[in-house]
């Protein structure tokens, strides 16, 4: 199992920056890929950024440029750098670590999530 834990969230106003951490612990070795997920309120959640075990990432459009996935493999931390936010990134942030046991069978595991609210 993995457990995952958000921090960084805030009050911001548009034009900021914030940064996001999830700590991952538990079978860390497990983890494929982890990356960063948004829910805001009456909307479906949606993939922000993601980085996989080699460091390749991939960004929703919306936050291209603005937003910066990494990982810190020594502290099994993932960090999401978001800046020039705008009042439409206000959501739940979550974390989620996709993994494979050594019999290939996938899990998701997800963090409890920590607010951004971006006002204007």
């Known amino acids: 199992q993995v457990q995952l834990a958000e921090s960084g969230g805030g009050l911001v106003q548009a034009g900021g920056s914030l940064r996001l951490s999830c700590v991952a612990s538990?079978?860390?070795?497990?983890?494929?890929?982890i990356g960063w997920y948004r829910q805001a309120p009456g909307k479906q959640r949606e993939s922000v950024a993601v980085i996989s075990s080699g460091g390749s990432t991939r960004y929703v459009e919306s936050v291209k440029g603005r937003f910066t996935i990494s990982r810190d493999n020594a502290k099994n931390t993932v960090y999401l750098q978001m800046n020039s936010l705008k009042p439409e990134d206000t959501a739940n942030y979550y974390c989620?670590?996709?993994?494979?046991?050594?019999?290939?069978?996938?899990?998701?595991?997800w963090g409890q999530g920590t607010q951004v609210t971006v006002y204007s």
């Open positions: 538990g079978s860390t070795s497990s983890i494929i890929t």
């Open positions: 989620k670590a996709d993994t494979s046991t050594s019999y290939g069978v996938r899990f998701d595991y």
